[in-house]
Structures are given as C-alpha cells and as structure tokens.
C-alpha cells in the first residue's frame, strides 16, 4: 500500500512551496532528498497516486511528515497545517484533551492539620478565660 508524505519544495520561491504527495515519488540520491513532479495533471496524479514517468523532473525537497500518512484526505490536512507549522506529525486533539484535563484535587499536607484533641483544648481554653 502507498501512501502520502507533505513536502516542502526547496527550490520553489512561489509561496507554495508545501504539496502532499505520493511517498513512491520520493527518492534519495546521494544525501538529498528528492520528488519526482509532473508537469501537467498534478492534482489528479497525486490522488491516484501514479507511478512517476519519465517526464517528470526530479526537485529536491525536505520531508515535513515523518510518517508515511495512509489517507489521502488525512494528507490533505496535514499539507494545510504545514501553511503555518513545521510540527505536522504531533496530534493536536490529544494536545488539547491533556491541557482541558481536571487536576487532581489538592490536599492540605497534614502538618497543618490540627487534631481533634488540639481543637478541643483550644475550645476550652477559650471558654475558660
């Protein structure tokens, strides 16, 4: 099964530079990291995800997700999240769940309780004077 990996385009200076595509399109030659990209019908071939010819050039890239995604509309959110953060791969539902989560209740350290007895020496003592 293939899936989807967001990129971001290094050598693109259009301001869109981040695409979610298909991780077959991705290759390493020597130490960079490069993506194969068609030149026309890119919106289709990414979606079905079509096996690289030999018109497309190869442009180098840096891999925004870590983790191959399995979905397509999954990759899709994760491109549009990458617009404003570099941190695709964290889940931000379970961010928040952890943030919203009741504390736990405080208690007074029973050093600064009082016993019974203390009280009740206190009480007396008052009502004597």
């Not at 890119?42 to 010819?53: M, W």
């Not at 405080?106 to 016993?115: A, D, L, T, Y």
Request: glycine letters at 6%.
């Amino acid at each position: 099964m293939s899936g989807y990996a967001v990129v971001q385009f290094t050598d693109w200076d259009d301001g869109n530079s981040v695409e979610a595509v298909p991780v077959s399109w991705l290759v390493s030659i020597g130490s960079r990291q490069m993506c194969y990209y068609p030149k026309t019908g890119v919106k289709k071939a990414i979606k079905q995800c079509s096996t690289p010819k030999g018109d497309w050039e190869l442009h180098p890239i840096k891999r925004l997700s870590h983790k191959d995604i399995t979905s397509f509309k999954t990759a899709l959110q994760k491109e549009n999240k990458a617009m404003y953060t570099s941190a695709i791969d964290t889940d931000n539902d379970a961010l928040t769940e952890a943030a919203s989560a009741p504390s736990r209740e405080r208690k007074r350290p029973k050093r600064f309780e009082s016993s019974e007895s203390e009280e009740e020496g206190e009480s007396m003592g008052k009502n004597a004077i």
